[in-house]
């Protein structure tokens, strides 16, 4: 049997990973596929992928294509959820932040630095047409670093999934004042260089499974209720996200490469285009 290791958020996007590892269907292919939660992030993953920490990581679009253009001897290897990410802009509950504009010149939370966090605060504030130079970050690591930076006042906003985020503002923990969603997919397939090289196999054998996986994902009986139950979500607010949520088993195209990589550009996320076959490969 081959090891492999993968990291992802622990998050609703990744039921279809725990399902299947549940259900051994990477062991009936003789892969032993070790499933590392990671609440850190993109930057995280990045960072394990640099260090021979994980083989794969299901990881920020934006995130990874910034770390492959400086140097992370990974690739794409498909996308993974087509829709973009929305992501909740939140301050804390008993603020006095009551709109985007008052948070202009504020200190964003961010897990880390070259997290989604970070890149889409770049986002939020090219939108908003302030200037991204004066942006302020506190790293945070987790959400619970999030709540804690916020309610003591160390931060002022936090982007987080707006759905994952939602107990935290049922509960009035945070408010939210705006959305903000990416201009991409949200979620890619990422694999480091020498595990393609060594195991193109085992990789196309991973991607089939939870392709077969994702794309009836949707059609699991009562999928809402266990959604809702594991992520201590409201079931309504589940089934919303499932209405707005489209797994893909797509590669990445190149049409949307250069438009992920014209925007980190524009903002200065990153200093240079990378090519398509520097980050992006078909296994």
Same mark, same amino acid.
């Given at each position: 049997?081959? *090891?492999?290791?993968?990291?992802?958020?622990?998050?609703?996007?990744?039921?279809?990973?725990?399902?299947? #590892?549940? /259900?051994?269907?990477?062991?009936?292919?003789?892969?032993?596929?070790?499933? &590392?939660?990671?609440?850190?992030?993109?930057?995280?993953?990045? !960072?394990?992928?640099?260090?021979?920490?994980?083989?794969?990581?299901? $990881?920020?679009?934006?995130?990874?294509?910034?770390?492959?253009?400086?140097?992370?001897?990974?690739?794409?290897? !498909?996308?993974?959820?087509?829709?973009?990410?929305?992501?909740?802009?939140?301050?804390?509950?008993?603020?006095?932040?009551?709109?985007?504009?008052?948070? @202009? /010149? *504020?200190?964003?939370?961010?897990?880390?630095?070259?997290?989604?966090?970070?890149?889409?605060?770049?986002?939020?504030?090219?939108? !908003?047409?302030?200037?991204?130079? /004066?942006? !302020?970050?506190?790293?945070?690591?987790?959400?619970?670093?999030?709540?804690?930076?916020? *309610?003591?006042?160390?931060?002022?906003?936090?982007?987080?999934?707006?759905?994952?985020?939602?107990?935290?503002?049922?509960?009035? *923990?945070?408010?939210?004042?705006?959305?903000?969603?990416?201009?991409?997919?949200?979620?890619?397939?990422?694999?480091?260089?020498?595990?393609?090289?060594?195991?193109?196999?085992?990789?196309?054998?991973?991607?089939?499974?939870?392709?077969?996986? %994702?794309?009836?994902?949707? %059609? $699991?009986?009562?999928?809402?209720?266990?959604?809702?139950?594991?992520?201590?979500?409201? &079931?309504?607010?589940?089934? @919303?996200?499932?209405?707005? %949520?489209?797994?893909?088993?797509?590669?990445?195209?190149?049409?949307? #490469?250069?438009?992920?990589?014209?925007?980190?550009?524009?903002?200065?996320?990153?200093?240079?285009?990378?090519?398509?076959?520097? $980050?992006?490969?078909?296994?």
């Amino acid at each position: 049997m081959k *090891t492999i290791q993968i990291a992802g958020v622990p998050e609703h996007f990744n039921l279809p990973w725990y399902l299947s #590892l549940e /259900n051994k269907e990477f062991e009936t292919q003789n892969i032993d596929l070790q499933w &590392t939660d990671v609440p850190e992030g993109t930057g995280k993953m990045c !960072q394990m992928l640099r260090d021979d920490k994980t083989d794969i990581a299901v $990881i920020l679009s934006e995130g990874i294509v910034k770390d492959i253009v400086a140097g992370n001897p990974s690739k794409i290897v !498909q996308v993974y959820v087509e829709s973009p990410l929305i992501w909740g802009i939140h301050v804390a509950s008993k603020s006095n932040y009551k709109s985007l504009a008052d948070i @202009e /010149n *504020t200190k964003a939370a961010i897990s880390r630095l070259g997290s989604g966090s970070q890149l889409m605060a770049y986002v939020n504030a090219n939108n !908003q047409g302030w200037k991204t130079d /004066n942006l !302020q970050f506190e790293i945070v690591n987790t959400i619970d670093g999030a709540v804690e930076a916020l *309610t003591n006042g160390s931060a002022d906003y936090f982007m987080w999934e707006r759905f994952m985020t939602k107990p935290l503002v049922d509960n009035g *923990t945070f408010r939210k004042i705006a959305d903000c969603p990416t201009p991409w997919p949200c979620f890619v397939i990422a694999v480091r260089d020498e595990i393609i090289e060594k195991e193109p196999e085992i990789i196309s054998e991973i991607l089939k499974i939870i392709n077969t996986k %994702t794309a009836s994902f949707k %059609t $699991i009986p009562n999928i809402d209720t266990v959604l809702a139950q594991r992520y201590h979500q409201k &079931t309504e607010d589940i089934q @919303e996200w499932l209405s707005l %949520t489209e797994w893909s088993q797509q590669q990445l195209s190149k049409e949307m #490469l250069n438009n992920i990589q014209n925007q980190l550009l524009e903002l200065k996320i990153i200093d240079k285009i990378g090519t398509f076959d520097e $980050i992006v490969k078909t296994v």
